[in-house]
């Protein structure tokens, strides 16, 4: 996906004694995050879990209900808002794939965006490139990977403080990196992608498949902290796989930080250094040396991306 400013490149002129506020929002495969910073740090948020899918339609009212409830607590101007998406998007805005809203493949979803807020400008990246950018940020490095874990595997990588592989030439599809050719069906069409391994939904099927029948993500929680041999196992794997992703990555880019955040990984207490275990039993001398670190902004990253989209052009 290319990075961009959709249709409208110019800025409305703010009206005398009218609050100036920032929007962000980040779509993820389950839930809908918004946040509005104005003035002097002020913020108001909102999200919203997708419902069951029943067309675009569905989801876009959905979303556009979420957009009028910020906005009505708002009372403010928008001045530009940052969207964060995980579906791939053609430089059109057409969506080319969303494995979590299949449905959506082929759909104008930044066309739909950019009717939810006539007159304003809006801005749209990768949810994974956006996180990477917003840890890079965060942290002061201007060399960062970052592996969100979540619904699905996002990815983002910054050299030298821009995004890489750059604008307009697509987003660093590091959940689609295969870790283990023999390993389970991706929803790509591959086999053994890292977000066929490790993502949450991947993580609870093998939970299943060890425990005898299905798990929620608080059972395991509550098993993983119990020491519970099947929960265990199943993030082992799951943390295994996230090392090798980010071994590989270190070794070609050599970063100065390599962080893991999502949702899913952000919920479960000691999710990170189950991975930096992994990571360090994969070292090998004279080899880079980064060891995954704790995402300094948990499962916010890519809402934190998502505003400074909007802060860039607003």
């Given at each position: 996906m290319h990075l961009g400013i959709h249709r409208r490149e110019f800025l409305r002129p703010a009206r005398a004694g009218v609050v100036i506020s920032h929007l962000g929002i980040d779509i993820g495969g389950t839930k809908v995050a918004l946040k509005a910073v104005g003035p002097g740090g002020a913020v108001r948020e909102t999200a919203f879990r997708w419902p069951p899918f029943e067309g675009t339609r569905h989801d876009l009212a959905a979303l556009s209900a979420g957009v009028r409830t910020l906005r009505e607590r708002l009372g403010d101007e928008v001045e530009a808002v940052g969207v964060a998406i995980p579906a791939t998007v053609d430089p059109s805005g057409t969506v080319v794939t969303w494995p979590g809203r299949p449905g959506w493949a082929g759909s104008d979803l930044v066309g739909s965006l950019d009717a939810l807020f006539p007159g304003i400008p809006v801005r749209y990246a990768d949810d994974g490139d956006l996180a990477a950018l917003a840890e890079a940020r965060e942290a002061g490095v201007r060399n960062l990977v970052h592996l969100g874990v979540g619904t699905g595997i996002g990815g983002g990588m910054v050299m030298d403080g821009r995004l890489c592989p750059g604008t307009g030439r697509g987003s660093c599809e590091?959940?689609?990196?295969?870790?283990?050719?023999?390993?389970?069906?991706?929803?790509?069409?591959?086999?053994?992608?890292?977000q066929a391994v490790a993502s949450g939904p991947a993580t609870l099927r093998r939970a299943a498949v060890l425990r005898g029948r299905d798990v929620t993500f608080t059972e395991l929680r509550t098993a993983l902290a119990g020491e519970r041999p099947w929960a265990v196992e199943a993030l082992e794997e799951t943390c295994a796989a996230l090392a090798v992703a980010a071994t590989n990555l270190a070794e070609l880019v050599h970063p100065d930080r390599i962080t893991v955040g999502g949702g899913f990984a952000a919920g479960l207490p000691g999710f990170v250094e189950r991975v930096r275990r992994h990571a360090r039993q994969l070292t090998r001398a004279g080899g880079a040396r980064v060891e995954p670190a704790d995402a300094k902004l948990g499962a916010l990253s890519s809402l934190q991306g998502a505003l400074l989209l909007a802060r860039e052009q607003g």
């Open positions: 590091a959940g689609h990196m295969v870790v283990d050719r023999r390993g389970p069906a991706c929803d790509c069409g591959r086999r053994g992608c890292l």
